[in-house]
């Protein structure tokens, strides 16, 4: 390709991929050395019953604490780390500490809640990932109950029998499965008759228009029937208008999820916004 174009073209490009070659590097340099630092930290944002208005869980979502760039975002590195593996050990990482942190909330009195944990398709792939959870669980302390995993449509849609025996002996452990950004991958409905889930979580893009646009509304309205008879759960996220909370409630949706409530917050500004609030049942927002 050099020799096919100008000089200057090729030092064009060359000067272009150098740096984005070399940062993709970095990164992955930094990444690989983030478990050690202790650079990784979970946030927690709370899932909201709609029928009681309490908090009943809290969604655990990974932040990594660069020494440079701050705070990043799953955005900025989660490519990489699926690419690299480096998602293994970060996101066993991740169970632990999330199974950890339920466990002080259930010690220290902030109540039983459900803590979900988002798991990547590359650890139904490369993991016996049931065997993970239950060794998770039983060094954590952490009632089976109390731990929802959040699977992608990916991982649901490959025909592999490997994935569907490691769904089956999760749920005989005892945590519930939901299937997270329903609604945006393949929409096959096969797998939802054939996996045993319990939740179906309806993307944030359906919520979004969902008090301007009436075929998101028709959408919403579809997913929230057919959770209901097949006998599953559904929770709607991305919540961040009053408007949306109002029609979400009329259509029956059991739980809901968003800025309307809480950002994601560190665990120490989770439990006192938790506190503030007030326990289960009791909702100003609502
Ligand atoms: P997700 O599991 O669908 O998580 C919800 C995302 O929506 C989060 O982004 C959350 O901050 C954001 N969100 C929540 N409420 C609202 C709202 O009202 N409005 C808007 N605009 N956004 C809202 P976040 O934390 O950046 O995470 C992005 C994605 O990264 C997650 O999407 C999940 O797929 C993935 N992820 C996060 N933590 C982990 C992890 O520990 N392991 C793996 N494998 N993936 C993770
Ligand atoms: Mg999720
Ligand atoms: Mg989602
Ligand atoms: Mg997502």
Redesign the pocket.
Known sequence: LAKSVGGNTWRFFAADMAPRASQKAELEGELRSALKRQEFV??Y?PLIDLRSGGVVGA?????WRHPRRGIL???AF?GLAEETGL?LP??EW?LREACRQGVVWQETGLGVLRIA????PIQFRRQKVSELVRDVLDSSNLPPASLEL?L?EGILISHDEQIVTQMELLRSIGVSLSV??FGTGYSSLNYIRNFPLHRL?I??SFVKDLANDPRALAIVRTIIDLGHILNLQVLA????EEAQLAMLRAEGCDEV????FS??VPSESFAEWLTTRGGEGVCGAL
């Open positions: 979970l946030y944002q969604e655990a979502l990974l932040r975002s799953p955005d989660l998602i970060i996101n991740v944990v988002n798991l990547s959040e992608t997270d950004d979580k993307d944030r996220e991305g919540v961040e999820q968003g800025y309307y950002r994601p």
